[in-house]
């Protein structure tokens, strides 16, 4: 098992473009989240979702949308970069018939230019 | 809302001497405290649950307790590999999951 995956690891974007960020698991866990850790902010969530087709709003949404059109996929996206959300970018995923403890992929670093 | 306070935020050790870190909650109907290890450039990697006051969990030189208002971390004749940044999380209520982070605890085991 590849348990939680991202794509891309590492991108630069210039002020004002969009980029989506794709997290994929294979543990068929039915909640998954996104989250942004800075230094000295600790990680912060930024949307999740409960189920397929359903999405809600974390801590920190403001500048990002996201969909989860298939169980196994959560996709993150910026519609207009800003140098602000420079930052590293994790998914999670859990199951609440398991403890609810998330598993979380590699990360995704993103710079905003 | 949920609150996690974890103390030190940097603790520095030599190899072979044990300590305790330290992680403060406020939350409204417990439903698990989590323990992570956070390595350089990586993600969170799942260590322990504690679900109830006076539970405690184990994993090689690590032992995790839980109290009504705190968990400590224990860490046992350290070693080098054990350098990492130690995050502790609580979920709460009808949360779906969603975990409250500390600012987590920056390790360094010198040998």
């Known amino acids: 098992n590849a348990g939680v995956t991202q794509t891309p690891k590492f991108r630069v974007l210039k002020t004002g473009q969009s980029m989506t960020l794709l997290c994929a698991q294979d543990?068929?866990?039915?909640?998954m989240y996104w989250y942004r850790q800075d230094p000295g902010m600790g990680l912060r969530l930024i949307h999740y979702s409960v189920g397929e087709g359903t999405t809600a709003k974390g801590e920190v949404p403001d500048g990002y949308n996201v969909s989860r059109l298939k169980k196994q996929n959560f996709l993150l996206g910026l519609e207009s970069a800003a140098p602000s959300q420079t930052s590293v970018y994790f998914c999670?995923?859990?199951?609440?018939?398991?403890?609810?403890?998330?598993?979380f992929g590699p990360g995704t670093r993103l710079t905003v230019t | 809302e949920d609150q996690v306070t974890q103390s030190p935020e940097a603790l520095r050790l030599q190899e072979g001497e044990s300590s305790s870190l330290n992680c403060s909650y406020t939350?409204?109907?417990?439903?698990?405290l989590f323990w992570y290890r956070q390595d350089p450039g990586k993600g969170p990697e799942f260590l322990f649950t504690?679900?109830?006051a006076g539970e405690e969990k184990e994993k090689e030189r690590l032992k995790a307790t839980l109290t009504k208002k705190e968990s400590f971390l224990h860490i046992t004749a350290p070693k080098p590999e054990d350098s990492a940044t130690y995050l502790c999380a609580v979920s709460g209520g009808t949360s779906y999951g969603k975990l409250t982070f500390g600012q987590g605890t920056i390790l360094t085991v010198h040998p």
């Open positions: 999670a995923s859990s199951s609440p018939g398991q403890g609810y403890e998330q598993y």
């Open positions: 939350v409204s109907g417990l439903r698990g």
């Open positions: 543990m068929n866990h039915e909640y």
């Open positions: 504690l679900y109830s």
